[in-house]
Every structure is written in C-alpha cells, then in structure tokens.
C-alpha cells in the first residue's frame, strides 16, 4: 500500500491560493490520487482524482508531476468555510478499494 | 454528502448493552464500506460489503463487532457488549464499483459509551 506523507497543518488568509503538497514515494503504476475534505462533524467528501498530469474541477485542481511520486492540491481564492481536514489518498488499496487515511492536513483560513 | 444516510446521528450505550447503527447507501450503490474514527485520528477502515456479502474484513474486531447488507434494507454495523473503547464516529460510505470510484460519505454516528 502507497504511504502518503502531507503537512500536518497549513495556515491561509481569506482570498489566497492554497497548494497543499501529498508525497507517495511507493505509488504503484494502477494506484490513482484522490483527495477529500472532511469538516467537523461531517463525514469526508471528494474533491478530485487524478492519475497524471493536471485535473480541473470546479473546486480545485490536481497537479501531479511525470514521476507521480507527488501530488498538489490547489485551492483557488479560499474562504473561512474552506477551513478543514485534507487527506490525501493513493489507491486502490487492493481489489477492494477500502480506503487508507493518513492524518491529512488541517487547513486553517483566516480573515 | 451525495445521499448517504446514517441513523442515528447520535447513540448513547451504557457498557455491556448493544449498538446497532444503520446505512443506506446511495441509490444505485451496490458497495458499501464502514470506518471509524476516534478522536484527533483518521479514518480507519473496518469492513466493506456487496449486497449480502462481506468482502473483506480485515479491520473488525474480532470479536464483538459484526456487519450486514441484505438484499433489502441499510447495511448494519452491530457492535455488541459495547465497551467504552468502542466510543467513536462510525462513518459509512458507498460506491458505484469497487476499485478507484469514489467513494461517498455519510456524516456518520457518533457512539458514547457511559
């Protein structure tokens, strides 16, 4: 299983650009990169997939360079509801797809 | 949180007494997974099933904890002779496949053992 490695915790003010930068140095060539946002008292939720290069979404984006053994998530323009936990996922995790969270990283925007 | 509901949102259990806590899937999903949380943690996952059939179980307890997904109904996670230690958020999720498909997250309940 690909171990993920990503920033304990992140500060940001209202309006920033946020890159949250994912290490997955033992991805293997079928794992794909998933995020997902998880609020207080809520369960997680998806923001984005990727295998290679760059995704887009309406949210955010996903860059991820040729080796793969990174990722970035990039949040344009945050605001204070965008404060949360972000866990970066490789997967899937066998035939399964169960999912391995790491302690993911908790974003703080300020005003 | 696409559809996913679990009930009850809250259960409170006194040590020894037995919690049964409820999911249905998004309509369509057929895969179902179950985590737990404890405090200040990640998720951690516990078992995932396909409609009457539990796949892989490799995060249960083993013993006490059991769950099920009948052709009819929620799937079920029953956890019995609860211990304080079970005290937790117990998250469900569905997809549409196994595999890469993301999965989608209900907002979970939150067990409280007295």
């Known amino acids: 299983l690909a171990k993920t490695t990503q920033p304990i915790s992140m500060d940001s003010y209202e309006g920033q650009e946020v890159n949250i930068t994912c290490s997955h140095n033992?991805?293997?060539?079928?794992?794909?990169i998933t995020w997902y946002q998880q609020f207080p008292s809520q369960g997680p939720r998806f923001i984005i997939q990727?295998?290679?290069t760059k995704v887009t979404n309406e949210v955010a984006s996903l860059f991820i360079p040729a080796d793969r053994k990174s990722s970035t998530l990039s949040l344009p323009r945050v605001s204070l509801s965008d404060t949360a936990v972000y866990y970066c996922l490789v997967g899937p995790s066998g035939n399964t797809g169960k999912l391995i969270f790491g302690q993911g990283t908790t974003l703080q925007v300020k005003p | 949180n696409a559809g996913v509901m679990q009930n009850p949102r809250h259960l409170v259990r006194r040590r020894g007494q037995e919690a049964r806590l409820r999911c249905s899937p998004v309509k369509g999903h057929s895969h179902v997974y179950w985590y737990r949380q404890l405090p200040e943690e990640g998720l951690k996952f516990m078992v995932y099933?396909?409609?009457?059939?539990?796949?892989?179980e490799s995060g249960m307890p083993k013993e006490r904890f059991s769950a099920e997904f009948p052709k009819e109904g929620p799937s079920i996670l029953r956890i019995q002779q609860v211990v304080r230690g079970d005290s937790a958020a117990y998250f469900c999720?569905?997809?549409?496949?196994?595999?890469?498909?993301?999965?989608?997250f209900g907002d979970g309940t939150r067990l409280s053992i007295l």
């Open positions: 999720a569905s997809s549409g496949g196994a595999g890469n498909q993301p999965q989608h």
């Open positions: 990727g295998y290679k």
């Open positions: 099933l396909q409609k009457e059939n539990i796949i892989d």
């Open positions: 033992n991805i293997a060539t079928n794992d794909y």
